[in-house]
């Protein structure tokens, strides 16, 4: 498979495919595509990783799409103004991504539920108490809030992270819960009472723009 990622902040992977290769997706995320290309809409797995996926945030039944009788052509436009980021998976290299936060990918890799450790992680992070899991082995593009900013953190390294703008990390890292220092912090500081924090080593990407905060700016406009 060849791609080309186009269009941010307003972006669309183009993928070029060989006769007989396969992309997976999930459901509605086909935006255009040459007529060769066949849609075959299967569980991917079977019915347990269909429920996993479905508390993953993700439809419980994918999109498969085959070329036919020579190559083909398909595309996925992301559903937010962002970035579309790709990664190669790879068996010793999973990633976790926020939920919701997969597009496509080659059929080699498999969407599944990550759970949070800790349960405050969960319950208080903003990502999720449930991410999603990339694993397996291909190419996997993931939708990002926003534009997307990388940082490598080392053995030891952590970084704070506001509500929801965690979009993606190494599974070799972790987060946890701290809360934000100081009564006056906590009150008047408009920071929420948690923070979290992501510990090394690996890669995180950071997202700008958080589907969450735009939601909560706007019904705060519509509350006035």
């Known amino acids: 498979m060849q791609y080309k990622i186009l269009g941010e902040p307003l972006p669309v992977v183009v993928c070029s495919v060989a006769e007989g290769e396969s992309l997976i997706t999930e459901r509605g995320s086909m935006s255009w595509m040459s007529p060769n290309m066949d849609m075959q809409t299967t569980s991917n797995g079977g019915i347990g990783k269909a429920i996993g996926r479905m508390f993953a945030g993700e439809a419980m039944f994918q ?3 085959t070329a036919k009788n020579g190559p083909g052509e398909i595309a996925f436009a992301s559903s937010f103004p962002g970035s579309i980021r790709a990664f190669e998976i790879t068996p010793d290299k999973p990633i976790i991504v926020q939920k919701s936060g997969f597009l496509a990918s080659e059929e080699g890799v498999t969407l599944s539920v990550h759970f949070q450790k800790k349960i405050a992680s969960g319950l208080f992070g903003g990502e999720g108490f449930i991410m999603q899991k ?9 939708e990002i809030d ?3 900013c990388e940082y490598t953190l080392a053995e030891g390294q952590s970084m704070i992270v506001d509500t929801g703008y965690l979009a993606a990390m190494d599974a070799t890292c972790s987060i946890e819960i701290v809360t934000v220092p100081g009564v006056k912090n906590v009150l008047f500081g408009g920071e929420g009472l948690f923070n979290t924090v992501v510990h090394g080593p690996g890669k995180i990407l950071l997202q700008t723009l958080p589907i969450t905060a735009v939601a909560g700016s706007l019904s705060g406009l519509f509350s006035k």
């Open 63 to 65: 999109n498969r799409y």
């Open 134 to 142: 990339l694993s397996g082995n291909g190419i996997a593009f993931i």
């Open 146 to 148: 926003g534009y997307a």
